[in-house]
């Protein structure tokens, strides 16, 4: 198993940055696809953007451009930089891994388009993006 602490949020005006982390510990980081997701109030759970061990990246479609996906394999974070923030950036952003073998797209784009695959998950930050 994996256990997951994500940190970096905040408040922010548009057009802002922020970079999340998300710590790991637990047996074979490099084993886990990771990814980020986020939840607005009212709004369901939403895939942000995933990795796997080899880098290979898959993001969803409204954040393509101005977020950016990575890990550090070697100290077990997973990191997202945020760019260009919008108002619609708003929400609570978790940090998600699932098993996956190296170079395994088919399950980062999984992961990005059905949250629902992931199998371990943080606690989440709030992310404020105001207008």
């Known amino acids: 198993d994996v256990q997951l602490v994500e940190s970096g949020g905040g408040s922010v005006q548009a057009g802002g940055s922020l970079r999340l982390s998300c710590v790991a510990s637990?047996?074979?980081?490099?084993?886990?696809?990771m990814g980020w997701f986020r939840q607005a109030p009212g709004k369901e759970r939403e895939g942000v953007a995933a990795?796997?061990?080899?880098?290979?990246?898959d993001y969803g479609t409204s954040v393509k451009g101005r977020f950016t996906v990575s890990r550090d394999n070697a100290k077990n974070i997973l990191y997202l930089q945020m760019n260009s923030l919008k108002p619609e950036d708003t929400g609570m952003y978790f940090c998600?891994?699932?098993?996956?073998?190296?170079?395994?797209?088919?399950?980062?784009?999984?992961?990005?388009?059905?949250?629902?695959?992931?199998?371990?998950w943080g606690q989440g930050t709030q992310v404020t993006v105001a207008s």
């Open positions: 637990g047996r074979s980081y490099g084993s886990y696809c």
């Open positions: 990795l796997d061990s080899d880098g290979s990246t």
């Open positions: 998600a891994a699932d098993k996956c073998n190296p170079s395994d797209y088919d399950v980062v784009h999984a992961m990005v388009v059905n949250p629902n695959v992931a199998t371990y």
